[in-house]
């Protein structure tokens, strides 16, 4: 029998006996109830009025009101007639009391009064004693039958107390000790239920498992072992060096890449403590001080410059944290590391010779652009001739693409210096507000084109900078120029100077159209523009901003919100922290 039918069978039958009880039980308690108030509503009132009578019969020589209360429990009576006879004894008494009020002396219907009043009352008192034997008749039966559907309850209750559980916790507790057979590789283990129910066939589908397990155990442990040598081989023949530890920090692989550029042979790092191969290896050392330091994820991003190949070559180094949630757990494990250089010697000697000839150009471009705007400059001379409407255009126009030409070249120049590393800085301790009224002046024909007034608040005792006033100056003019170049006409540019955690910050704000959240993190890469911009330019300024004052030890930040406005700003330590 299925364990559904027997929990359906089971549970249903108790079920249906619980309500039965509660049927049997209203019944019962209801005819108690009725029964009872019939004794106590007819019969025993029908005995308050009968005592009320002989009390005022008895006191009808003495009291002028016994007469009346007399009438008074007769008509009660009158209308609460329940028991066979009563009817007859009641027009009795009423006929001799008519005539004992017109003959009050008369003894003899006084003592007729009395005893049909007394026959009343021994009326009443035997139907109180049937209707008590009745609602005693009906108490037995409510006692034997609840009784009866009650020890029924209790005895189904029990034998499901006591099969139940055990008909289904003793197959689940033999199929989970199985399961931990399973777990520790014991795939000899079966399970046999007799009965044909769920557990019956749980128990062959778990041992159609097992067997399968078995024969799975058998026959690919071969193939296990072809597979690690595939991986082996691979490892091996990897142009990049690639190191292998576990979670102890014993040395798994290291492939011939690796072995090459460290300078060992295999016996000397695998199944070897990988600390104590860096205590006599400069490189091993090198690589694994991130490893030993996983949680705090901080690796170095620098590159390696690692003798390799007969020459210097460069490589990016990353750890791999091997981690695996065993099964039937939520956390995972870390089991190992692999690490892995990458050479990035042919990327690097192409980006040198990038910056190389980056360099040359701008420096070439610089000396003819130079001497364009010289001669620019002489037409524009009214003494060495006059020049119509048009002409002045031009000459206007072609002035304006040499500047563009000149700080295009400027931007080439400053960048080649810090791809190559190679920022001069010239560091002396110097006043902020000069670095401001330098910016102020460089832009001011700028602001006076689009009508933009550039407001300047500088907080009071204010102290001097230690920074580059060159390459300071040239970060503020970019941060004003692109805050003018980028709002719109009659607008505000606000420059403030203030102190902030022993360092002066420079802030330029603008209203103008603000740049989207999602490229305000691309905005200081090389080369990058806002995607829509119609402005022109090359997308090194803000990077060059970057790479200057974070030269100086400052840091430059961005805050802006499309369609309110920018705001950049940078700080430099004070000369007092210095």
């Not at 008749?137 to 009650?150: E, K, P, R």
């Not at 777990?183 to 749980?202: I, M, P, S, T, W």
Request: proline content about 2%; glycine content about 4%.
């Amino acid at each position: 029998m299925k364990i559904k039918a027997k929990l359906i069978s089971g549970v249903g039958l108790l079920f249906a006996l619980i309500i039965l009880l509660a049927a049997v039980s209203v019944m019962y308690i209801n005819a108690l109830k009725r029964d009872t108030g019939n004794i106590l509503v007819a019969n025993y009132n029908t005995l308050e009025y009968a005592r009320n009578m002989l009390l005022s019969l008895e006191k009808m020589t003495t009291d002028a009101h016994a007469v009346n209360n007399f009438e008074k429990q007769l008509e009660k009576q009158k209308t609460n007639v329940t028991e066979t006879g009563e009817q007859q004894v009641t027009s009795k008494i009423a006929d001799h009391f008519s005539d004992l009020r017109r003959n009050p002396a008369d003894s003899l219907l006084t003592s007729l009064i009395r005893q049909e009043i007394t026959e009343l009352m021994r009326l009443n008192m035997q139907a109180i004693e049937r209707k008590s034997s009745i609602a005693d008749a009906t108490a037995d039966n409510a006692v034997l039958w609840v009784s009866v559907i009650g020890t029924s309850c209790f005895v189904i209750a029990f034998i499901l107390l006591i099969n139940l559980p055990g008909n289904i916790a003793n197959p689940i507790r033999e199929l989970t000790e199985s399961i931990k057979e399973i777990a520790n590789q014991n795939y000899q283990k079966r399970v046999h239920f007799e009965d044909h129910n769920e557990f019956g066939e749980l128990a062959e589908s778990f041992n159609i498992m097992a067997k399968k397990l078995e024969e799975y155990s058998d026959s690919k442990l071969d193939k296990i072992i072809k597979g690690k040598k595939r991986i082996d081989t691979l490892i091996n023949n990897m142009h990049d060096p690639v190191i292998g530890v576990d979670e102890c920090n014993i040395v798994l692989f290291a492939n011939n890449e690796a072995l090459k550029i460290a300078g060992l042979k295999n016996e000397q790092i695998i199944g070897r403590d990988i600390n104590d191969v860096a205590a006599s290896n400069d490189l091993i050392r090198n690589l694994i001080t991130d490893m030993t330091n996983h949680e705090l994820k901080t690796y170095d991003e620098k590159l390696l410059k690692i003798f390799a190949d007969d020459k210097e070559s460069y490589f990016e180094k990353e750890i791999i944290d091997i981690n695996i949630i065993p099964t039937g757990e939520k956390q995972p494990h870390l089991i190992g590391h692999v690490i892995m250089l990458r050479n990035i010697t042919l990327f690097k000697e192409l980006d040198l010779a990038k910056t190389n000839f980056i360099g040359t150009v701008s420096h070439e471009f610089k000396t003819p652009i130079s001497s364009m705007k010289m001669s620019l400059q002489l037409l524009e001379n009214e003494n060495i001739g006059s020049l119509n409407t048009e002409q002045k255009q031009l000459l206007a126009s072609i002035t304006d693409d040499t500047d563009r030409l000149l700080k295009i070249t400027a931007e080439l120049l400053n960048i080649t210096q810090v791809e190559s590393g190679n920022i001069k800085l010239n560091v002396t301790t110097t006043n902020p507000f000069e670095i401001v009224n330098l910016a102020i002046d460089a832009t001011r024909n700028l602001a006076e084109q689009k009508n933009i007034k550039v407001e300047v608040s500088v907080e009071d005792n204010l102290p001097d900078i230690k920074a580059d006033i060159e390459k300071t100056t040239w970060v503020l003019i970019n941060l004003v120029s692109n805050a003018i170049r980028y709002s719109f006409e009659d607008s505000v540019v606000s420059l403030n100077l203030s102190q902030e955690n022993g360092t002066v910050k420079f802030l330029v704000k603008d209203n103008g159209t603000g740049i989207s959240e999602k490229y305000q993190k691309k905005i200081f890469d090389r080369y990058f523009r806002v995607p829509g911009t119609q402005k022109e330019g090359t997308g090194l300024g803000l990077a060059i901003c970057k790479e200057f004052i974070e030269a100086q030890g400052g840091i430059i930040e961005l805050e802006s919100e499309l369609g309110v406005g920018s705001t950049f700003s940078f700080a430099l330590k004070s000369s007092v922290n210095n």
